[in-house]
């Protein structure tokens, strides 16, 4: 069966950390393009921060950058999002999807609402509050 299981989500407080984990199974994440989106009830999903497995090329939306960082286990098979110094407008439920071709610019993975997306997890809620 060919999964993503997310987990690593909760509530913490302001200026604290989560890390969450995105687990593939049923196939390898070698070569894929993961990406890490959220969303908040009544707003657009949004791109978060996306990764090529094949040459290594990330991205990050603008809020992110500086506080949180992708990266890959290929031997776990696990995708992660370290989140630092979150903020209360980073609540929302995070999401991990997958694209067996990832683009010429990993951008695209993130920002272009259209793409159509391999497979998807079954999200996990982060919550920033004091």
């Known amino acids: 069966q060919l999964q993503l299981v997310e987990s690593g989500g909760g509530l913490v407080q302001p200026g604290g950390s989560l890390r969450l984990s995105c687990a593939a199974s049923g196939f390898s994440l070698d070569g894929y393009a993961i990406g890490w989106f959220r969303q908040v009830p009544g707003k657009e999903r949004e791109g978060v921060s996306c990764i090529s497995n094949r040459d290594g090329s990330t991205y990050y939306r603008d809020s992110a950058k500086g506080r949180f960082t992708i990266s890959t286990n290929n031997a776990k098979n696990t995708v992660y999002l370290q989140m630092n110094n979150l903020k209360p407008e980073d609540t929302a439920v995070y999401y991990c999807?997958?694209?067996?071709?990832?683009?010429?610019?990993?951008?695209?993975?993130?920002?272009?609402?259209?793409?159509?997306?391999?497979?998807w997890g079954q999200g996990t809620q982060v919550t920033v509050s004091s």
């Open positions: 999807a997958v694209l067996d071709t990832p683009p010429a610019i990993i951008q695209a993975m993130c920002v272009i609402s259209s793409y159509v997306m391999d497979y």
